[in-house]
């Protein structure tokens, strides 16, 4: 199982950004996905996650700025970041959730 993240980088406050995470080696409509990040300093807390069949739910400092999605047919999940913060900067990872499968993380930071 491999799980590639991109995207992120520099964002202004209040701007947006999107990170795609794409799957291979795994039957990806059956999983699960989650996005995870971790500030300097900080424990690695979770962000967001979307079930095999789409649901979703958010840690609340995201709600309503934050959007997960799924595209089956490209083996792929996506966070959609907008009224970002400076709070938000981070590494973001996606990860199969229970299991050991991590994306290599993303950089995300919010800065004027």
């Known amino acids: 199982v491999q799980l590639q993240a991109s995207g992120g980088g520099l964002v202004q406050p209040g701007g947006s950004a999107r990170l795609s995470c794409a799957a291979s080696?795994?039957?990806?409509?059956?999983?699960?996905m989650s996005w995870y990040r971790q500030a300097p300093g900080k424990q690695r807390e979770l962000v967001a996650s979307?079930?095999?069949?789409?649901?979703?739910n958010y840690t609340d400092s995201v709600k309503g700025r934050f959007t997960i999605s799924r595209d089956y047919a490209k083996n792929t999940v996506y966070l959609q970041m907008n009224s970002l913060k400076p709070e938000d900067t981070a590494v973001y990872y996606c990860?199969?959730?229970?299991?050991?499968?991590w994306g290599q993380g993303t950089q995300v930071t919010v800065s004027s």
């Open positions: 990860t199969i959730p229970g299991t050991k499968y």
């Open positions: 080696g795994t039957t990806f409509s059956f999983v699960a």
């Open positions: 979307i079930t095999s069949r789409g649901g979703t």
